[in-house]
């Protein structure tokens, strides 16, 4: 029997106009009534972004192919991951002759990734029916209302594993606040959602005691040969925002561009502690 609450609850984040929905979702996540006209918290200050930012230049960084070329504009084309395809359908199956291993990604939204290590993996009407599903796929649309992604023309995009050996690399997000890049987020255990742990360190590369969404993950990550260099990136590709998540690999002590978020977690994920939220929020001087 369907869950009456729940059944309301659905009903109401797709019917009310987005303010008053964005105030019901955050309700329900982090048990509190929000403030989006003056947000203290970093996560409030994500929702104010949905309601009220409109720079032209969001969709094009959060776009995964587009973002490519931006990139390479800035910091030069060895930062950016070599695309083997890209387009709106895929090509026919006897011209998907890609070497393995290789990743199949939606350019318009998050964990829209398809790993194909071997050709095992290649079962193409699995993949056709999944592409399908999220090319279909809006963020705005799916009443939590992150704007920029009703600018992008949803695409296919075929990469290379950066590890020729199929694993999935570490990853290093930045969370760069008014131009600084105040904090970096590394996660582990990212292809099983019971393994997956985050942590966060400072640019000095000293861990942090907070995480979010995941549980904390105790151990110590290696600091990254080329840190400094992703610092340095970051902070150049979101000079002119607010607030943006940077994502660089490092491979080989290689760094290399991941993608760019504005609104990580749609703002819905809570810090533990919860006093980070407002910490991260102080920093952030926005609006």
Known sequence: MPNPIKTVYNFLIEHLPPEPSLELQFLRYHRRIPHFRKPQLFT??????????????????????????????????????????????LPPREERNWPLPYVIKANHGCEMNIFVRSAADQDWDVIESKLKEWLSVSYYNRVRHEWLYSQIQPQILVEPFIEPSGALPTDFKFYVLNGRAEYVQVDTGRENEHLHRRAFYNRDWEKQLFTLKYPLDHSLVSKPASLDRMIAAAEQLAKDTPFARVDFYEVGGKPLFGEMTFYPSSGLATFQPAEYDELLGRLLQYP
């Open 44 to 89: 409030e200050k994500v929702q104010y972004r949905k309601l009220h930012d409109r720079n032209p230049m969001l969709p094009l960084y959060a776009d995964k192919v587009t973002a490519k070329t931006l990139v390479a504009q800035t910091l030069g084309s060895e930062w950016v991951i070599p695309t083997l395809w890209s387009g709106s359908f």
